[in-house]
């Protein structure tokens, strides 16, 4: 039962860590806190029920259009939204994310309805045997998903030109531009990025929850909780702070009762910022402004 | 031949009108210094060349074309590196992804390494540190680093801001030394912006003495070592 319980708070857990991944990667190069990170996921979700449904798409065809869709938006978001505002300080930034969040949430009432959706994919709950625990199916390939793409994005960040570039954007903007690097493209590269990480969190949560404007509202929360978790700066810090999450809101959720497992996250948070205001790991970069 | 030459250049830095007509002619092949007290405008005339400051008037010619306008992003292509004051190596980042850094712009990838082998022969210690991280190196390694990281540019015209900042002088010494082997045997121009008058003048052919913006006074380092009270005087309190 305990055992049970911890690998399926990693199962959402993992999914968690993908949100809190892109909230660390957007902010640490770009100051922003994106609260329009869920609802990329959101519009993700709903665009693969119109593949899959309306054009007969397979899955893995509806996953690679939806990533670019995805990732479209997110540059799009920038190009129109945080681009004319980069020079503010952080409070305008947040704002306007916060308005993104709102147009989404619109947009997509206005369109697909405010009642939920059932996503055509559905969550395979056959129980697999694992490590002397019962996990079932589909939370066994969410967690194989989650992990394939943080191997992506760790051979991204350590072995290519654009993703060292990434970092040394993040280290010292100032510097990486007299090294030629053209800050604005790496800029409008993190929020592709944060659209590529949203849509495959769409596609592998829409089974678990519903898909409705308001679907990852909470996850979005829970992954900016993680995200602090890191300093919102380290990504290795992120990814253990969700899967800490993830665990413990389900254990909390199993033995303390269903509504508490969104407290849980937050108690953590109110712990974690007591004792550790710089995040679990490493140092918090203060960076000038 | 010219390589820069800068021609009545006025700009600002912030709220403060740093540069209030600079004109400044580098030889290729040269070693010129740029000296002068804090705030002179040193600095400033760097990031004017780089284009990480844009002129209000005059203009910057580098090599038959002007710069003004030009981005960072551009000048680097053309063959201007330039090593900002405080080194400013990225600390997160490692030896070899700092010297792959300053090659950015480049796409020639036998050339890069090529390059980096030479800034390993130039500073061996880089090569022991290849996989720590730029944060953890001493100063005097972080120099080293962020010239290596400048050499990565394959430039032709090298731009230093104050190389000999916060080293301890038999250091200092090091750092020149191997900055006059870049300048002989890749005929790499250097211009080098410092306060340490006495190392500069001696290692350059050529000198420039700002004050508050403007040229107080040049000529051949000779020439400038001969009036050493003149050129203290420009240069405050220095030694």
């Not at chain 1, 708070?9 to 660390?24: D, I, Q």
């Not at chain 2, 051949?220 to 050493?228: A, F, I, K, V």
Request: aromatic letters at 8%; proline letters at 3%.
């Amino acid at each position: 039962m305990l055992g049970q319980q911890i690998m399926s708070g990693l199962a959402t857990g993992s999914l968690y860590a993908l949100t809190a991944v892109a909230v660390v990667v957007v902010f640490r190069n770009t100051r922003t806190i994106n609260l329009a990170q869920g609802d990329f996921s959101m519009m993700g979700a709903f665009i693969a029920i119109i593949l899959l449904k309306t054009y007969g798409l397979n899955y893995y065809a509806t996953i690679v259009l939806c990533v670019l869709a995805i990732m479209a938006l997110g540059v799009l978001t920038e190009r129109l939204v945080m681009r004319p505002i980069a020079d503010s300080d952080w409070l305008t930034l947040f704002t306007a994310t916060l308005g993104v969040y709102y147009i989404l949430h619109g947009v997509a009432g206005w369109i697909w309805g405010r009642d939920t959706k059932a996503f055509p994919v559905t969550f395979d709950p056959t129980p697999v045997h694992i490590f002397g625990t019962v996990v079932s199916h589909g939370h066994l390939i969410n967690m194989g998903w989650a992990a394939a793409i943080g191997v992506v994005l760790y051979v991204f960040f350590k072995y290519t030109k654009q993703g060292i570039a990434m970092r040394a954007v993040t280290d010292d903007p100032e510097t990486a531009k007299l090294m030629g690097i053209p800050v604005r493209f790496i800029v409008t590269l993190t929020w592709a990025m944060a659209g590529f990480l949203a849509a495959f969190i769409g596609i592998l949560i829409a089974p678990i929850i519903y898909v409705a404007p308001e679907m990852m509202d909470e996850v979005l929360i829970k992954g900016y909780v993680a995200a602090v978790f890191g300093g919102l700066y380290s990504i290795p810090g992120a990814i253990i702070g969700a899967l800490m999450i993830g665990v413990a809101e389900n254990l909390a959720g199993g033995y303390l009762g269903s509504h508490y497992k969104t407290a849980t996250a937050f108690a953590m948070i109110v712990v974690l910022l007591t004792f550790r205001p710089q995040g679990l790991f490493g140092i918090q970069k203060r960076r000038e402004i | 031949m010219t390589l820069l030459r800068l021609e009545n250049v006025v700009a600002s830095y912030g709220a403060v009108r740093a540069l209030q007509g600079i004109s400044i002619d580098v030889q290729s092949g040269a070693i010129v210094a740029l000296l002068g007290a804090n705030g002179a405008g040193k600095s400033t005339t760097l990031k004017t060349i780089s284009g990480m400051v844009r002129p209000a008037s005059g203009f910057v010619e580098y090599d038959g074309q002007r710069l003004e306008g030009k981005t960072p992003n551009q000048i680097v292509r053309l063959g201007i590196a330039q090593i900002p004051e405080g080194r400013k190596i990225f600390k997160d980042l490692t030896v070899s992804e700092n010297l792959r850094m300053g090659a950015y712009t480049r796409k020639d990838k036998a050339g890069i390494e090529q390059d980096q082998e030479l800034v390993f022969v130039l500073f061996p210690i880089l090569k022991e540190r290849a996989r720590q991280l730029g944060g953890s190196l001493s100063g005097g390694e972080q120099q080293m680093l962020a010239i290596g990281r400048g050499l990565m540019a394959r430039p032709r015209l090298l731009l230093l801001d104050e190389p000999s900042l916060g080293l301890a002088p038999l250091l200092v010494a090091d750092i020149f030394q191997a900055l006059r082997r870049i300048n002989k045997e890749r005929g790499t121009t250097l211009l080098i912006v410092e306060q340490n008058a006495h190392v500069a003048l001696k290692n350059a052919n050529f000198g420039y003495v700002l004050q508050v913006g403007r040229v107080a006074t040049e000529g051949t380092s000779e020439e400038l070592q001969r009036n050493r009270e003149v050129v203290e005087s420009y240069m405050g309190t220095q030694q």
